[in-house]
């Protein structure tokens, strides 16, 4: 097999070390695959991660608590909101250095103007040319995009879903630095359009579609091409992100997990400290609206001891879900 050579911005991603910042839900074009959420298509509402954020200082401080090497731009089309997108990657290479890696997705082929001012700001331009330009995708805009992109310094090339006819694309490879193919994924706003066109998801735990793989194979092993899973998604990106943020934001007594949770105590008795806390350092626990949160062993170990009721609670880094409350007898 080949060696791949993946665009940079995925190699920081595996590292789950890039913040998505998702910068509008408005976009020209109505992909019938489009895996935008219902909550974030069509919105002019910005996200750093999961987060929602008004401005590039909040989105600043969710890269730092990622200890984020580079940012990912997506939408939505970040061409319909162009100042914004400069304005935010002007405040995060000014903070992080030049060396935070950005990449930019777009829906649109854009000209030398639009992207002369991108230039130092952005990195590598990730183009989707749609579906029905793959016949004759060489003569495209989006290839003549690349091109420009290219000769102008930028790191380019596409990104698309993995779509029947696919390989339709591989004539076009010699002319990118990269092709980015995602797992065609099942999502609550596109389910309609892929039972319509026969669809079904791959299995029962995962968002893929069934045959999404197949469909890619025929380009896969091209050293050029990156076939991104919707299982690495799940699995490997969004927990080692985890990780690296539950590292920064974990309190002394928080265990981290190797999911990238943390698990601690809670003691629900109106945040009246028992004996047994008050043995413990400093920092081993905190009151919190109206409750005690510490080690998770205190509250398990020393629960014939402690009033209230206590549970041991696993949840997503920084105050994010909870995954799990177990009760303590
Ligand atoms: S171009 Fe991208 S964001 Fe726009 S509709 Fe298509 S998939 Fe969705």
Redesign the pocket.
């Given at each position: 097999m080949t060696a791949q050579t993946p665009a940079k911005g995925c190699v920081t991603c595996h590292e789950g070390a890039k913040m998505v910042l998702f910068i509008t839900?408005i976009?020209?074009?109505?992909?019938w695959?489009?895996?935008?959420s219902i909550g974030r298509?069509g919105r002019d509402t910005i996200f750093a991660n999961e987060t929602p954020v008004n401005s590039p200082g909040e989105a600043l401080s969710i890269a730092r608590m990622m200890d984020a090497l580079g940012t990912g731009v997506?939408?939505?089309?970040p061409f319909l909101v162009l100042e914004r997108v400069i304005l935010f990657c002007r405040e995060l290479k000014s903070a992080f250095g030049p060396g935070h890696h950005i990449h930019l997705?777009?829906?649109?082929a854009p000209g030398r103007d639009q992207l002369s001012l991108l230039t130092g700001l952005v990195d590598e331009i990730r183009i989707?040319p749609?579906p029905d330009t793959w016949a004759d995708i060489r003569d495209s805009p989006y290839a003549e995009s690349v091109a420009i992109a290219r000769e102008m310094g930028f790191s380019a090339g596409f990104e698309v879903?993995s779509l029947p006819g696919i390989e339709a694309l591989a004539p076009v490879l010699p002319l990118l630095d990269f092709l980015n193919i995602n797992e065609l994924e099942w999502g609550e706003s596109n389910a309609d359009a892929m039972r319509e066109k026969g669809l079904e998801l791959s299995d029962g735990v995962h968002n893929a579609v069934k045959g999404a793989w197949e469909w890619a194979r025929p380009l896969i092993h091209h050293p050029k091409v990156h076939f991104c899973s919707s299982r690495f998604k799940d699995s490997v990106q969004l927990r080692k992100r985890l990780i690296r943020i539950a590292r920064n934001t974990a309190r002394p007594f928080d265990h981290v997990t190797d999911d990238g949770t943390i698990v601690y105590g809670l003691i629900q008795n109106g945040g009246i400290l028992p004996a047994v806390v008050q043995t413990l350092d400093e920092g081993s626990y905190e009151v919190r609206d109206g409750a005690i949160e510490t080690f998770w062993w205190v509250v398990s170990e020393f629960a014939g001891e402690i009033a209230g009721e206590k549970s041991i609670i696993e949840r997503y880094p920084n105050r994010g879900i909870i995954v799990e409350v177990t009760p303590v007898p």
């Amino acid at each position: 097999m080949t060696a791949q050579t993946p665009a940079k911005g995925c190699v920081t991603c595996h590292e789950g070390a890039k913040m998505v910042l998702f910068i509008t839900g408005i976009c020209r074009r109505s992909c019938w695959y489009c895996p935008l959420s219902i909550g974030r298509k069509g919105r002019d509402t910005i996200f750093a991660n999961e987060t929602p954020v008004n401005s590039p200082g909040e989105a600043l401080s969710i890269a730092r608590m990622m200890d984020a090497l580079g940012t990912g731009v997506t939408g939505g089309e970040p061409f319909l909101v162009l100042e914004r997108v400069i304005l935010f990657c002007r405040e995060l290479k000014s903070a992080f250095g030049p060396g935070h890696h950005i990449h930019l997705y777009t829906g649109e082929a854009p000209g030398r103007d639009q992207l002369s001012l991108l230039t130092g700001l952005v990195d590598e331009i990730r183009i989707h040319p749609p579906p029905d330009t793959w016949a004759d995708i060489r003569d495209s805009p989006y290839a003549e995009s690349v091109a420009i992109a290219r000769e102008m310094g930028f790191s380019a090339g596409f990104e698309v879903p993995s779509l029947p006819g696919i390989e339709a694309l591989a004539p076009v490879l010699p002319l990118l630095d990269f092709l980015n193919i995602n797992e065609l994924e099942w999502g609550e706003s596109n389910a309609d359009a892929m039972r319509e066109k026969g669809l079904e998801l791959s299995d029962g735990v995962h968002n893929a579609v069934k045959g999404a793989w197949e469909w890619a194979r025929p380009l896969i092993h091209h050293p050029k091409v990156h076939f991104c899973s919707s299982r690495f998604k799940d699995s490997v990106q969004l927990r080692k992100r985890l990780i690296r943020i539950a590292r920064n934001t974990a309190r002394p007594f928080d265990h981290v997990t190797d999911d990238g949770t943390i698990v601690y105590g809670l003691i629900q008795n109106g945040g009246i400290l028992p004996a047994v806390v008050q043995t413990l350092d400093e920092g081993s626990y905190e009151v919190r609206d109206g409750a005690i949160e510490t080690f998770w062993w205190v509250v398990s170990e020393f629960a014939g001891e402690i009033a209230g009721e206590k549970s041991i609670i696993e949840r997503y880094p920084n105050r994010g879900i909870i995954v799990e409350v177990t009760p303590v007898p």
